[in-house]
């Protein structure tokens, strides 16, 4: 049995598969060249012939209202000011988000 870790698939290591599989070789034979289980080497081929894509499909979920771009001015502002109230500050940055929102993306940063 390959040894197995438990970390995403690299893009290079995609792209190898990619390129063995092509070449025609087994899942198996893929999984013990690279290192991965079979498992792993099976499900991304799978979906790499589904989809013809290399990205993982996009996380289910509602999408956040800060997105990086949108946090960088609400952090470089709260840093101008550390002493200003998160109400004020989300009022002059982003108001169409709660207070709750601005206190989540500071402490994230």
């Given at each position: ?14 792209g ?11 899942n198996?034979?893929?999984a ?17 012939n ?18 990086e771009?949108t946090k ?7 840093k ?25 993306a500071l402490?994230?940063?």
């Amino acid at each position: 049995m390959a040894p197995t870790r438990r970390t995403n698939l690299s893009e290079f290591e995609k792209g190898q598969i990619i390129a063995l599989h092509r070449r025609g070789d087994s899942n198996r034979k893929i999984a013990e060249v690279l290192g991965r289980s079979e498992a792993s080497v099976r499900k991304f081929v799978s979906r790499y012939n589904q989809t013809g894509d290399i990205k993982p499909p996009s996380k289910a979920g509602r999408p956040r209202k800060l997105d990086e771009r949108t946090k960088r001015p609400l952090v470089r502002k709260a840093k101008m000011n550390r002493r200003q109230q998160f109400r004020e500050l989300r009022n002059e940055v982003c108001p169409e988000v709660s207070v709750r929102t601005v206190k989540r993306a500071l402490r994230e940063a």
